[in-house]
Protein backbone atom coordinates (compact mmCIF):
# COMPACT_ATOMS: atom_id res chain seq x y z
CA UNK A 1 0.00 0.00 0.00
CA UNK A 2 1.19 3.25 -1.03
CA UNK A 3 -0.41 6.65 -0.84
CA UNK A 4 1.85 9.55 -2.28
CA UNK A 5 -0.03 13.42 -1.50
CA UNK A 6 0.77 16.33 -3.71
CA UNK A 7 -0.05 20.00 -4.13
CA UNK A 8 0.70 21.81 -0.95
CA UNK A 9 2.84 25.19 -0.80
CA UNK A 10 2.45 28.48 0.53
CA UNK A 11 -0.45 30.45 -0.20
CA UNK A 12 -2.23 33.79 1.00
CA UNK A 13 -5.07 34.27 3.01
CA UNK A 14 -8.10 34.04 0.92
CA UNK A 15 -6.02 31.38 -1.61
CA UNK A 16 -6.56 28.08 -3.27
CA UNK A 17 -5.17 25.04 -3.25
CA UNK A 18 -5.71 21.55 -4.62
CA UNK A 19 -4.18 18.55 -3.14
CA UNK A 20 -3.88 15.37 -4.92
CA UNK A 21 -3.35 11.64 -3.21
CA UNK A 22 -2.60 9.11 -5.65
CA UNK A 23 -2.57 5.32 -4.08
CA UNK A 24 -2.00 2.17 -5.03
CA UNK A 25 -1.49 -1.46 -3.98
CA UNK A 26 -5.10 -2.15 -3.15
CA UNK A 27 -8.45 -2.07 -5.09
CA UNK A 28 -8.45 1.89 -4.61
CA UNK A 29 -12.65 2.11 -6.05
CA UNK A 30 -13.55 -0.06 -3.07
CA UNK A 31 -12.50 1.62 -0.10
CA UNK A 32 -13.65 5.13 1.52
CA UNK A 33 -10.94 7.89 1.23
CA UNK A 34 -10.31 10.65 4.09
CA UNK A 35 -7.92 13.62 4.34
CA UNK A 36 -6.09 14.77 7.47
CA UNK A 37 -4.08 17.38 8.55
CA UNK A 38 -1.39 17.77 11.78
CA UNK A 39 -0.83 21.22 12.58
CA UNK A 40 2.14 22.22 13.89
CA UNK A 41 2.32 20.64 17.82
CA UNK A 42 -1.10 19.28 17.29
CA UNK A 43 -2.44 16.08 17.08
CA UNK A 44 -3.82 14.75 13.19
CA UNK A 45 -7.30 16.02 12.78
CA UNK A 46 -9.95 14.31 10.33
CA UNK A 47 -10.63 16.95 7.50
CA UNK A 48 -12.72 15.31 4.82
CA UNK A 49 -14.47 11.96 3.78
CA UNK A 50 -16.04 10.36 0.79
CA UNK A 51 -17.51 7.23 0.23
CA UNK A 52 -16.47 4.39 -2.34
CA UNK A 53 -20.16 3.17 -2.87
CA UNK A 54 -21.86 6.81 -4.21
CA UNK A 55 -19.41 9.43 -3.53
CA UNK A 56 -20.96 10.79 -0.08
CA UNK A 57 -18.74 13.39 1.00
CA UNK A 58 -18.54 14.93 4.59
CA UNK A 59 -16.59 17.48 6.17
CA UNK A 60 -15.38 18.63 10.03
CA UNK A 61 -17.46 21.50 10.35
CA UNK A 62 -14.63 24.25 10.42
CA UNK A 63 -14.00 23.30 6.61
CA UNK A 64 -17.57 22.91 4.96
CA UNK A 65 -18.46 25.37 2.30
CA UNK A 66 -14.39 25.78 1.66
CA UNK A 67 -13.16 22.60 0.85
CA UNK A 68 -14.20 19.90 -1.41
CA UNK A 69 -13.17 16.50 -1.55
CA UNK A 70 -13.49 14.19 -4.70
CA UNK A 71 -12.07 10.91 -6.00
CA UNK A 72 -11.44 9.52 -9.47
CA UNK A 73 -11.66 5.76 -9.60
CA UNK A 74 -9.81 5.54 -13.22
CA UNK A 75 -6.65 7.47 -11.65
CA UNK A 76 -6.44 5.77 -7.73
CA UNK A 77 -6.61 9.29 -6.81
CA UNK A 78 -8.33 11.85 -4.06
CA UNK A 79 -8.53 15.28 -4.17
CA UNK A 80 -9.05 17.97 -1.66
CA UNK A 81 -10.19 21.36 -3.15
CA UNK A 82 -9.09 24.15 -0.53
CA UNK A 83 -10.55 27.42 -1.23
CA UNK A 84 -10.53 30.52 0.85
CA UNK A 85 -8.16 29.46 3.38
CA UNK A 86 -7.22 30.65 6.38
CA UNK A 87 -4.22 31.24 8.84
CA UNK A 88 -5.84 27.92 10.46
CA UNK A 89 -5.07 25.46 7.41
CA UNK A 90 -1.70 25.73 8.06
CA UNK A 91 -0.81 22.15 8.31
CA UNK A 92 0.29 18.99 6.74
CA UNK A 93 -2.01 17.12 5.10
CA UNK A 94 -2.52 13.56 4.92
CA UNK A 95 -4.72 10.64 2.84
CA UNK A 96 -5.85 7.86 4.41
CA UNK A 97 -7.80 4.78 3.57
CA UNK A 98 -9.63 3.92 7.02
CA UNK A 99 -10.93 0.55 6.87
CA UNK A 100 -7.73 -0.98 5.05
CA UNK A 101 -5.36 -0.22 7.84
CA UNK A 102 -3.02 2.44 9.48
CA UNK A 103 -1.25 3.31 6.35
CA UNK A 104 -0.27 6.73 5.45
CA UNK A 105 1.93 8.88 2.87
CA UNK A 106 4.57 11.31 3.67
CA UNK A 107 1.51 14.41 3.66
CA UNK A 108 2.22 17.48 1.78
CA UNK A 109 2.73 21.21 3.41
CA UNK A 110 0.01 23.71 3.38
CA UNK A 111 0.91 27.17 4.75
CA UNK A 112 -1.38 29.84 4.65
CA UNK A 113 0.98 33.48 5.38
CA UNK A 114 0.37 36.78 3.86
Known amino acids: VQLVESGGGLVQPGGSLRLSCLAS????????MRWYRQAPGKERDWVAG????????HYVDSVKGRFTISRDNAKNTVYLQMNSLKYEDTAVYYC????????WGQGTQVTVSA
Open 50 to 57: ISSTDGTA
Open 96 to 103: NAPYLGDY
Open 25 to 32: GFTFRLYT
